[in-house]
């Protein structure tokens, strides 16, 4: 890659960083692991970066990000099947949670959290896709790889679940 | 409308992502309705509350500072992938050992070219600053830029205790701009160095720290300033020790970054114990 195009990259990719680390720790769910993700991610996005014209930047390293955490998923089967325990597990936990002591500890916004934590990870994405990065049905369709009907009925499905989760914890609390 | 079609357009509508036209017939609708009207409330409440309390992770500084290395080391790997067949190789293979693998030749090349340069300038020293510099790029790796890491020069200093024979001088410099992340044990020239990491916005800063040595009296006259690629090393000395100074920050970033580091050790070296 020549200098010019590096400085480039620099400029119309970097400045998504935090929106790529924001995606990788909600779909992997581990700190270094959502680290080494972006990174490697990064890295593929500017062996890449001839082929890419001018599109949404944004959007384009958002696709590698998120088609390297699920890359990342399929690679650690071992992790996957112990993810999907606990999932189990911890969707378990804040079930009792809810009747129990800590549920009334635990701030709205924990609860929020694991909500979303707990989420499979195709629902995970559309929310965070939509909530946190603000893309459109279009793009998040792009960077899914999947119909926009698709987009918008996996989004229904996971706002229901978490209004589901908030409606709980807040007949709870009071 | 009926109450189905708006149920089904709701999200769209909260999203909106419905045309002007339908968005008109939704929201004459909900006027009219009560349970699409709450059905959309819920909706909305959701969407709203996620925006707000949902947890936004910028990325970190070093992984910024890790980005940004690995650019730099690409950038090197792909000018001399025509007289090495390594890189390439390695990118076919995992991810993570590519990543890996193509740091080592990474490291090793700039290690070379590093040496290549200071080898026309002078041979004294000409290992270390290899040296140094690929333990830089390696502490930039995943899990390797600090072994204790801790903001606070009280359990920075005492972590080197026995672990290497010298007591590196590990100030703060917080007050200029340079917090203190923490230290590790690094190998440079084939003897251990301790190693007192600090950053600067999104560039590490690693001073590795060594006995000023029999050859460090031949090396007076060697360059105290060297650049490559976009690294800067930088060596001093202080109380019988010597110390390498390398980064990606900015030259003049660099030498108030030295200047602060030489007065704050002096400053420690001098208060009675």
Redesign the interface.
């Known amino acids: 890659m020549s200098r010019p195009n590096a400085r480039r990259f620099e400029e119309v990719v970097l400045p998504h960083l935090d929106e790529a680390y924001t995606l990788a720790r909600y779909l992997v769910r581990d700190e270094h692991d959502a680290q080494d993700i972006v990174q490697d991610a990064t890295l593929r996005a500017l062996r890449h970066f001839e082929g890419f014209r001018d599109g949404d930047a944004r959007a384009w390293l958002l696709t590698i990000v998120r088609n390297c955490c699920f890359t990342h998923r399929k690679r650690h089967r071992v992790d996957r099947s112990s993810v999907s325990l606990t999932d189990d597990v911890v969707a378990g936990i804040v079930g009792s949670r809810a009747t129990d002591q800590l549920a009334i500890e635990s701030s709205e916004r924990e609860r929020l959290h694991a909500a979303v934590m707990t989420l499979p990870p195709e629902l995970r994405e559309v929310i965070v896709l939509r909530e946190l990065n603000d893309l459109s049905y279009r793009e998040i369709s792009d960077v899914v790889g999947i119909p926009m009907g698709t987009v918008m009925s996996r989004l229904s499905r996971a706002r229901e679940r978490l209004a589901g989760a908030l409606g709980a914890g807040a007949k709870e609390a009071s | 409308m009926t109450c189905q079609q708006c149920t089904d357009s709701?999200?769209?509508f909260v999203?909106d992502?419905l045309l002007p036209e339908e968005m008109d017939e939704v929201r004459a609708h909900l006027d009219s309705c009560a349970s699409c009207a709450r059905a959309h409330a819920?909706?909305q409440?959701?969407?709203r509350?996620?925006?707000a309390?949902?947890?936004?992770?910028?990325?970190?500084d070093?992984?910024?500072a890790?980005?940004r290395a690995?650019?730099a080391a690409?950038?090197v790997a792909?000018e001399v992938q025509p007289t090495t067949s390594t890189p390439t190789r390695a990118?076919r293979l995992?991810?993570?050992w590519s990543?890996f693998a193509?740091a080592v030749v990474v490291a090793a090349v700039i290690g070379s070219a590093a040496t290549a340069t200071v080898v026309r300038r002078d041979d004294a020293s000409r290992a270390l600053a290899g040296d140094v510099l690929a333990s830089h790029i390696r502490s930039l790796m995943?899990?390797h830029l600090t072994d204790v890491a801790s903001t606070n020069e009280h359990n920075v200093k005492p972590w080197f205790n026995g672990r290497v024979n010298l007591s590196p001088p590990v100030p703060r410099l917080d007050s200029a701009g340079f917090p203190l992340i923490g230290g590790r044990l690094d190998y440079v020239d084939g003897h251990p160095a301790a190693v007192v990491v600090y950053m600067r916005g999104q560039h590490v800063i690693n001073v590795f720290w060594s006995p000023a040595s029999e050859r460090a009296s031949a090396a007076t006259s060697a360059p105290s300033e060297i650049d490559d690629n976009g690294y800067h090393l930088v060596r001093g000395r202080h109380d019988g020790l010597e110390y390498w100074i390398v980064s990606d920050l900015n030259r003049p970033d660099l030498a108030t970054f030295q200047r602060r580091l030489d007065a704050e050790a002096s400053r420690g070296s001098a208060e009675p114990r």
Request: aromatic letters at 2%; hydrophobic letters at 30%.
């Open positions: 709701l999200h769209a999203d992502e819920t909706i409440n959701t969407s509350q996620l925006r309390e949902l947890m936004r992770y910028p990325a970190p070093v992984l910024k890790r980005i690995s650019l690409e950038d792909d990118r995992s991810p993570s990543r193509a995943p899990g």
